[in-house]
């Protein structure tokens, strides 16, 4: 049986932190295939994406492009949050993944911060029965998961200007379209 991952995130932008996590999971064998979501409309997050979905979507695309081949084969970019109306529940991209896969065994992959707001996620029982949660340790927040060696990156410092951890080409991207003003 198959284990199909989904690591969704708005990914404004994807930085260096979450290609550590991504590699992490196919070096170790903890997922076979992992889809990489950048949300729609997200609702626990503070205010909208500054990136638009096509420009997050491409920053994912350039980023997985960057991993060694053996990890990137196993990676990709889905777009069902992007171009689904409305806002973006896991559950509905939990329903498809698994209606797509169904010989499979799905794996949500998130991070300590979105795990701390589980119990607000519309639907989130129904999550739980259709598929296996994997929690993943981040700096500073309180310890429910795997440790993978988390890097101490944040989408925000690097939107605000104070950090650059995102591959070379992300970052060209970044500049190319005068994303986040820096």
């Known amino acids: 049986m198959s284990r199909v991952g989904i690591y969704g995130g708005t990914f404004d932008p994807i930085h260096n ?20 979501i950048p949300a729609g409309q997200p609702l626990l ?20 492009s960057t991993l060694p081949p053996q990890i990137a084969s196993h990676v990709e970019v889905n777009p069902i949050e992007i171009l689904r109306e409305g ?25 300590a911060d979105a795990y701390s707001k589980i119990d607000q996620w519309h639907r989130v029982d ?5 598929a296996t949660i994997i929690c993943i340790d981040r700096p500073g927040f309180a310890h ?10 944040s989408a925000t ?9 995102v591959p070379e080409i992300v970052g060209a991207f970044i500049r190319e379209n005068g994303l986040y003003d820096n």
């Not at 429910?144 to 990156?153: E, P, Q, T, Y």
Request: proline share 3%.
């Open 17 to 36: 932190g979450h290609l550590h996590v991504i590699t992490q999971l196919i070096e170790k064998k903890i997922i076979d295939r992992l889809l990489v």
């Open 87 to 111: 806002p973006s529940y896991a559950i509905d991209t939990v329903e498809a993944v698994r209606a797509a896969n169904p010989e499979s065994e799905i794996f949500l992959i998130l991070g």
């Open 126 to 130: 129904e999550i739980h029965a259709l």
């Open 157 to 165: 410092s690097i939107r605000q200007g104070l950090s650059a951890d």
């Open 144 to 153: 429910h998961g795997i440790d993978i060696g988390a890097l101490d990156v």
């Open 45 to 64: 997050r503070k205010g909208a994406p500054q990136a638009t979905g096509a420009q997050r979507r491409t920053m994912c695309q350039l980023a997985i």
